[in-house]
């Protein structure tokens, strides 16, 4: 498995804009499509997006279209979210996930092989 530990997190006023980052470490990172997760107080965990190992395939939750932009550097073992135009909604614990794939452009990332630790987003109105 990988090992991945997030950063990037932090206060941010609503409309702003924040990059997450997520270093991976361990077995080989390129076999894995990468995701992120996010959790708010009292809500469960949910998708927000996932990219292929790859890199070409994208898929994003209906609520960050046009906000949120993943992508990753396979040469640096790290994935990106560049988040813009946030909202408080957006407040959350975001985790990095990973998940083994033999697709090539597979972004199922459903039931994560591994998780980060999670950084913490804040969005103030």
């Known amino acids: 498995q990988v090992q991945l530990v997030e950063s990037g997190g932090g206060l941010v006023q609503a409309g702003g804009s924040l990059r997450l980052s997520c270093a991976a470490s361990?077995?080989?990172?390129?076999?894995?499509?990468m995701g992120w997760f996010r959790q708010a107080p009292g809500k469960e965990r949910e998708f927000v997006t996932a990219?292929?190992?790859?890199?070409?395939?994208?898929s994003y939750a209906d609520s960050v279209k046009g906000r949120f932009t993943i992508s990753r550097d396979n040469a640096k073992n790290t994935v990106y979210l560049q988040m813009s135009s946030l909202k408080p909604d957006d407040t959350a614990i975001y985790y990095c996930?990973?998940?083994?794939?033999?697709?090539?452009?597979?972004?199922?990332?459903?039931?994560?092989?591994?998780w980060g630790q999670g950084t913490q987003v804040t969005v103030s109105s």
């Open positions: 990219i292929s190992w790859s890199g070409v395939a994208t």
């Open positions: 361990g077995r080989t990172f390129t076999r894995y499509a």
């Open positions: 996930a990973a998940k083994y794939r033999t697709l090539v452009h597979s972004t199922n990332v459903t039931l994560p092989d591994c």
